[in-house]
């Protein structure tokens, strides 16, 4: 059965919710059968009370107590979940960085960047995408997997440490040599606003 949080979560507080309402439902019902009766004085009477009242608020605090343990341990499963989904999904990306795919864009985006030495030069990623070469091919391959970091790591669904440890130094090679360079001059408004995405959620946590 597939976890689920938010239904875990409802049935905590449902419990929760009953034992209260159970709770004030038979303190309302004494205190409408009994409530005109004069105050005992007989110690023997008081002794019954506390009885009732014990037998009958036993299971009741018992299911609060039991509701409240319910929670805790689903927030921390609920952690540790997320947690364990984080970790994974980074180093799926790292795979992904590594993989021959990915590989091959860096390389071919490495031996461009060396083959300009005047990084005004570099075309911008709209102007690559009108002519849909290789070199387009390539550069959206890389632009695409750290837009994709970055939107993970601001929503916080990804182990960012793992990914800034081994790739971080990298990242920042490509974010001075290739991303800044054609940032300035991007005209595609999508293109700058995911530009600005992974500057703000990615570059700058990595510097």
């Not at 837009?147 to 916080?156: I, P, R, T």
Request: with cysteine; hydrophobic share 45%.
């Amino acid at each position: 059965m597939k976890y689920s949080p938010e239904k875990s979560f409802s049935l905590a507080l449902s419990i929760f919710g009953i034992t209260v309402v159970a709770a004030l439902v038979i303190a309302g019902a004494f205190y409408w059968e009994f409530h005109a009766d004069p105050i005992q004085h007989d110690s023997g009477a008081w002794a019954n009370f506390a009885s009732y009242f014990g037998g009958i608020f036993t299971p009741v605090i018992a299911l609060i107590n039991l509701a409240v343990l319910l929670f805790i341990v689903l927030v921390v499963t609920d952690q540790q979940q997320n947690q364990l989904a984080s970790k994974r999904l980074a180093l799926d990306m790292l795979a992904q960085w590594n993989g021959p795919e990915l590989h091959e864009s860096r390389r071919v985006i490495s031996n461009l960047i060396k083959d300009t030495p005047d990084r005004a030069q570099l075309r911008t990623l709209g102007e690559l995408e009108e002519d849909r070469s290789e070199q387009s091919l390539h550069a959206f391959r890389l632009y695409h997997f750290f837009e994709q970091w970055a939107v993970l790591a601001s929503m916080k669904e990804i182990d960012h440490a793992i990914l800034s440890t081994a790739i971080g130094s990298r990242a920042i090679w490509y974010r001075t040599h290739f991303f800044e360079p054609i940032q300035a001059r991007e005209k595609d408004k999508y293109i700058c606003k995911a530009l600005e995405l992974i500057e703000e959620h990615l570059f700058k946590t990595l510097l």
